[in-house]
């Protein structure tokens, strides 16, 4: 070890998480949880504190000291002419000298889980990947160990995206992905990733906050999303979505003309107005008919989530952390696909023949896999339910085994006053 690696040993450790937590993703906000829950048990001497998108809502809601990933943050891409520019460009040098402050006061900082090494929803290179490049090349110059811990990656066309990640992943000192996919990509786009683990979605090592009833209720739960493409279709994502809308709203409403009571499943805060619009169309299209049997609570965390899933039968989903959290607990599910992580998820969970793209769907098509998922529920509830205790293990184990990486072994704890030699 160098002097660095054993600077906590004067004192508690400090440990940094590092991402878009807080932010409103509540797939991010879960992965964060896990890694917290697990370093307060393992090591609970630790000095925990974050530097991330949302500082307020991670202090509120996990209690725990944050600082804002961006000081200028309230120059958005939005805003334009030459003194927004010159002041975004010094809020990207001001950015810098912080990160690497921050930085400095940590023996090691985690990246805990997400796509950080993706592009498969719109982002802007000057935006995160710029971040996280600015907190990798940190680590390395002050001697704190960096660790992205469970990450996904994907192929990124912007020039300058993939120069930020990939350099950014050669500069972590700890690397492991959340599937093969990404560690794949990544070792195709220059990385060496021969060492590098794959684990799992880590909101995988949260324990359920609901037991999910033995008997089927009837209802089936439909996560919608803001869905219009990625970074390469913003001349048309307008059509994307309405075509993602059109036939989840044709979906909805045949289960609804079958007599289905379904519950509209939130993800994030974008999400809500998707739901409220797909509700309007079925209504409108079904006015003077008795009273739809349709349910449309909002979801504000990945537990709030959880226990509108916990009584559904089956769940049909196109968010990403939708789909992992109906996974965590037991459920068949239908994907809407929009990357290639959902495609790993699903077929690691023993559904590969469950996933539908969420790039103009077919209506027929969708109806007709769902078919199937349901006269199978309780032989893939079981599978499902299998395979996720499988993850569950070796997430675990690999929690113990990163904290003893970046922190060294827990010291002993004090002995008790009064008690025999």
């Known amino acids: 070890m160098t002097s660095r690696d054993t600077a906590h040993r004067d004192g508690p450790p400090r440990v940094g998480l590092f991402g878009l937590l807080g932010g409103g993703n509540i797939g991010n906000d879960g992965s964060m949880e896990a890694v917290l829950a697990h370093l307060r048990a393992e090591r609970p001497d630790a000095v925990l504190d974050c530097f991330c998108s949302g500082p307020e809502q991670v202090t509120a809601r996990y209690g725990v000291p944050a600082t804002p990933m961006q000081q200028w943050a309230s120059y958005r891409l939005e805003r334009r002419g030459p003194a927004a520019a010159v002041l975004k460009g010094v809020g990207k040098v001001v950015d810098a000298g912080r990160t690497l402050a921050w930085v400095r006061r940590h023996d090691a900082v985690v990246v805990p889980g ?9 982002v802007r290179p000057w935006g995160f990947p710029y971040a996280l490049f600015l907190l990798c090349l940190s680590g390395r110059l002050v001697g704190t160990r960096v660790a992205l811990l469970d990450v996904g990656a994907e192929v990124i066309d912007s020039p300058a995206t993939r120069l930020l990640v990939r350099t950014a992943a050669r500069l972590a000192h700890h690397r492991s992905f959340r599937d093969a996919h990404s560690r794949r990509v990544m070792g195709d786009m220059g990385v060496d990733t021969s060492g590098d683990e794959v684990g799992a979605d880590l909101t995988f090592a949260l324990p359920p906050v609901a037991r999910p009833p033995e008997e089927p209720t009837g209802i089936v739960g439909v996560g919608l999303m803001a869905w219009s493409g990625g970074s390469g279709d913003r001349r048309r994502a307008g ?8 036939a989840m709203t044709e979906f909805v409403g045949r289960l609804v003309d079958e007599g289905r009571r379904v519950r509209l499943l939130g993800g994030d805060a974008v999400d809500d107005a998707v739901a409220a619009r797909l509700l309007d169309a079925v209504r409108a299209a079904r006015s003077g008919h008795a009273p739809l049997s349709v349910e449309a609570d909002p979801v504000r965390s990945l537990d709030d989530l959880e226990r509108a899933m916990h009584d559904v039968d089956v769940v049909v989903a196109t968010r990403y952390h939708n789909v992992v959290a109906a996974l965590r607990l037991g459920k068949p599910v239908l994907a809407l696909s929009y990357a290639p ?50 993850v569950v293990a070796r997430l675990r184990r690999q929690l113990s085994g990163l904290c003893g990486e970046l ?11 009064g008690s025999a030699a």
Request: aromatic share 6%.
């Open 407 to 417: 922190l060294g072994e827990r010291p002993p704890a004090a002995p008790v006053v």
């Open 341 to 390: 992580k959902t495609d790993a998820v699903m077929a690691e969970m023993g559904l590969a023949g469950f996933c539908h793209p969420a790039r103009f769907p077919d209506a027929d098509r969708l109806a007709a896999q769902f078919a199937e998922l349901e006269s199978r529920r309780a032989e893939l509830g079981g599978v499902v339910a299998a395979r996720a205790a499988v």
């Open 239 to 246: 059509e994307i979505h309405d075509a993602y809308l059109a």
């Open 114 to 122: 997400a796509g950080v090494l993706e592009a498969t929803l719109p």
